[in-house]
């Protein structure tokens, strides 16, 4: 039996200040993108988010070049 991180994720304002929405401690071996992929339904459809490089391939994220 192997043993997996718990894989956490914060959603911030533009500004940093407020945020919306917490995921911690998630079981499992999962990606940043699967995790984030799971929560999206949570927000407008129409958002667009910023992400680092785990975030490659999602059309709602940008991500760095």
């Given at each position: 039996k192997s043993n997996h991180t718990f894989?956490?994720?914060?959603?911030?304002?533009?500004d940093g200040r407020d945020?919306?929405?917490v995921v911690a401690g998630k079981p499992?071996?999962?990606?940043?993108?699967t995790l984030f992929r799971e929560e999206r339904s949570r927000f407008d459809p129409q958002l667009?988010?910023?992400g680092d490089?785990?975030?490659v391939g999602e059309a709602l994220i940008t991500t760095p070049g």
């Open positions: 894989k956490s994720q914060i959603i911030v304002m533009p945020i919306v929405d499992g071996p999962k990606s940043d993108i667009i988010f910023k490089k785990a975030y």
